[in-house]
């Protein structure tokens, strides 16, 4: 697949999350859509970033934009991530890769010289007609949150 970009339509896509069922991409025309991919449920810097978000939701949800977290992880261990931060956010699960995949964000990575495949940490903000208005790749996880929202304000704006 090739690269997503800026201005062209998001991949639309309907995934099981832990806490509303299920989650539809379609189905949130007319919002902005914020979708986050991190590697791994309850590890440092995705704790980090679920808890900024889910922080900043309220301004979030001021700016009409949805906010959906997505990992492999299982319903199961989304929820308990869930329990244990009181995160606020939706958490897509994607075990069988099809939507990383689709957003082209499941890469190879290296660790301590060893190459491995693996989710890397990308934002992509979806405009309420459902095209790509932003992509943040290698995401840095402090700060991010604040960084996505002073987006979402500023096309507000403009």
């Given at each position: 697949m090739s690269e997503l970009k800026v201005g062209q339509p998001a991949p639309i896509f309907k995934l099981p999350t832990d806490s509303?069922?299920?989650?539809?991409?379609?189905?949130?025309?007319g919002k902005n859509v914020v979708i986050f991919f991190y590697p791994k449920d309850s590890t440092s810097g995705c704790t980090i970033e679920n808890v900024d978000f889910t922080a900043l939701?309220?301004?979030?949800?001021?700016?009409?934009?949805?906010?959906?977290?997505?990992?492999?992880?299982?319903?199961?261990?989304?929820?308990?991530?869930?329990?244990?931060?009181?995160?606020?956010v939706i958490l897509g699960s994607d075990p069988d890769k099809q939507v990383i995949e689709q957003y082209?964000?499941?890469?190879?990575?290296q660790m301590y010289g060893k190459t491995h495949f693996g989710i890397e940490r990308a934002t992509f903000l979806v405009d309420e007609k459902g095209n790509l208005a932003q992509i943040w790749r290698k995401v840095k996880a402090k700060g991010h949150a604040q960084a996505v929202l002073d987006e979402v304000k500023a096309r507000q704006s403009a």
């Open positions: 509303t069922g299920t989650f539809s991409l379609s189905d949130q025309r939701m309220s301004e979030f949800e001021a700016a009409n934009t949805v906010l959906i977290g997505i990992s492999a992880d299982s319903l199961k261990r989304h929820e308990n991530f869930r329990a244990k931060n009181d995160l606020r082209g964000v499941w890469v190879e990575k």
